[in-house]
């Protein structure tokens, strides 16, 4: 604003519809602030006895912001408004389609509602986030519980999950600080409702809980979990293989690990911490060294992250996605369970699965085709002995 007010006369004439434009963003900041506040409302950080009460509202003060707010602290409070929109939200559905979809079919392919008393299987979410994927598991009758590390998460997750009262009760402004790649002035202010689904008014069937804190510090008791289901977060250790190990650790003989999203590796460009950054080709063999079997295994799948679907710029993953399996060594003997169906080094990617459908179908077609004579011969020929 203060550039735009040292602009010539003519030049502010000009951007007359922008300097409301910026006023409409101001406007849509504070409206988030509101929502931010609702959401601060429980002062889960801070004990109430660091807190002051005022009379007049029965509400919380709110203490002054610190005078150096870090950087990265602002870049997480605007990526937790967008995965509001993300995890609970209609606007987000597609992505939850993309990302969460093949986890919760393959959860359910094995651990069939028919074959097992579902309350029984537990299933671990390390990296929930604001934890709808935990949340469609556990309404499916499985007992679930999230793990998140982050406090902006927790908050918001927390906020979601317990105080909301009904459906679409808030509103959002998720893109209001996004100012490039705008074709229209109503893209950047855009509200997105949530929630789309009020937890409170439609509690799960089966247990549901998110634990805080650091993956690797928590989870250390073996044989505790029949199933591990990640999304978009092997990528965020130091050391993927430290991650491997404590999945294959803590899942019980015949549990499973699911796994979707890329390999962004976070640690990899960022100053005074390690990382090591392997492929896909050598996740696998780390996985099968560290004693997994991989029953299933995908590349290209699409995906897309907290994107601003009216944005110019739209970025997209093709991920990987796999199922591994903690063999059994009682089943193995007695032949319950089969070898990997697909060796380590076998790629395949999402649009292939489509190509083999084809040829499926094609296969099928002909064997429909009436037997010709012609065939008959041929197939006596066949018959013979050699």
Not at 167 to 186: D, G, I, M, T
Not at 369 to 374: K, L
Request: hydrophobic share 35%; net charge negative.
């Amino acid at each position: 604003m203060d550039y735009l007010n040292s602009l010539s006369g003519e030049d502010q004439h000009m951007l007359a519809k922008y300097r409301a434009h910026l006023e409409c963003v101001r406007t849509c900041i504070d409206r988030n602030q509101a929502v931010i506040r609702e959401i601060l409302r429980e002062r889960v950080l801070y004990p109430p006895e660091e807190s002051t009460v005022n009379p007049s509202t029965d509400s919380w003060e709110f203490d002054e912001p610190p005078p150096n707010v870090r950087h990265g602290d602002m870049d997480q409070a605007q990526s937790t408004l967008k995965l509001i929109a993300r995890d609970w939200s209609t606007d987000g559905a597609l992505e939850r389609e993309q990302s969460y979809k093949p986890i919760i079919d393959s959860i359910v392919e094995y651990y069939k509602p028919s074959d097992y008393e579902l309350k029984e299987i537990k299933i671990l979410v390390p990296g929930a986030g604001l934890g709808r994927l935990t949340y469609e598991l556990a309404c499916l009758g499985y007992s679930c519980e999230g793990n998140e590390f982050s406090y902006f998460m927790l908050i918001a997750s927390n906020f979601v999950l317990n105080l909301c009262d009904y459906e679409n009760k808030y509103a959002l402004y998720p893109w209001v600080h996004q100012y490039v790649n705008n074709l229209r002035r109503e893209d950047q202010v855009a509200a997105v409702r949530f929630p789309d689904v009020c937890p409170r008014k439609n509690p799960p069937k089966g247990h549901f809980e998110i634990a805080a804190g650091d993956f690797l510090e928590i989870y250390k008791t073996a044989h505790s979990y029949n199933c591990v289901a990640t999304c978009f977060f092997i990528d965020c250790a130091n050391n993927v293989i430290d991650f491997i190990r404590t999945i294959y650790k803590i899942l019980v003989p015949g549990g499973i690990w699911v796994n979707l999203g890329p390999l962004l590796y976070h640690y990899s460009d960022v100053s005074g911490q390690n990382s090591i950054e392997p492929t896909f080709e050598d996740l696998c063999i780390i996985m099968e060294s560290v004693g997994f079997v991989i029953e299933k295994s995908r590349t290209g799948i699409h995906t897309k992250y907290a994107q601003n679907p009216a944005s110019m710029k739209q970025s997209e993953y093709q991920s990987l996605f796999w199922v591994c399996r903690k063999p059994d060594p009682f089943e193995e003997q007695r032949g319950k369970r089969k070898a990997s169906r697909e060796p380590h080094d076998l790629i395949v990617r999402e649009d292939s699965e489509e190509e083999e459908e084809d040829g499926r179908k094609k296969e099928e077609e002909q064997l429909k085709q009436p037997i010709t004579a012609d065939d008959e011969t041929e197939m006596e020929l066949l018959a013979q002995p050699t």
